[in-house]
């Protein structure tokens, strides 16, 4: 993936550093290996925010932060791939992980409604909890893994591609000097 379209999107390591929200860090945001646009900097980063958006836990991103200065791969990237679990479709990635869980574990799986209600989360997810982690753990790491190998392979590609088309500017360079 070209580093200028990554780039693009992401925050420079000054502006992450400014941020007066995460001061309390002090110096661990000045690792350069934080906001390295490489091909292991990213793929970790991926499979970072990929893993970290299955997890049915409040906090995604800081866990994202946490993981990415733990791993040393771009923070900023990581971050933001936590939403890929956003309000629409969490629904459907914490429902299919419930139902994974469920048939992995072999436990019948419980019929509920959703409610946002302090009573539901206090009655309810004491029910379903273990079905659910247990299968958004088992799909956090393996899309984390698809992610991780998915975005080394078009790194890859992206290097061999630019490599061949410097060769062919190369020859008709030749080609116009004879």
């Given amino acids: 993936m070209p580093k200028s379209v990554i780039r693009r ?14 001061k309390f860090l002090g110096t661990l945001l000045h690792d350069p290996n934080l906001f390295h646009l490489n091909r292991h900097s990213v793929s970790v980063a991926f499979a970072v925010g990929v893993f970290t958006a299955f997890l ?12 990415a200065l733990w791993f040393r791969c771009n923070l900023p990237l990581s971050m933001a791939l936590v939403w890929i679990s956003n309000p629409v479709t ?16 072999g436990t019948p799986p419980v019929q509920f ?16 909890w273990l079905p659910l982690f ?10 984390a893994t698809i992610a991780y190998f998915v975005m080394q392979a ?20 030749l080609d116009q000097l004879n």
């Fill in 9 to 22: 999107w992401l925050p420079t390591p000054e502006q992450v550093r400014s941020n007066n929200g995460l």
């Fill in 56 to 67: 049915p836990l409040p906090g995604q991103m800081i866990i994202a932060a946490l993981l």
């Fill in 90 to 105: 969490m629904p459907a990635i914490f429902y299919s992980t419930y139902k994974l869980g469920a048939w992995m574990l």
């Fill in 113 to 128: 409604e959703i409610e946002l209600s302090w009573e539901w989360l206090t009655e309810e997810v004491g029910r379903i």
């Fill in 134 to 143: 247990f299968g958004s753990l088992i799909s956090g790491i393996f899309f």
């Fill in 154 to 173: 078009i790194w890859r590609w992206q290097v061999v591609k630019r490599w061949k088309s410097r060769l062919e500017q190369r020859k008709a360079q």
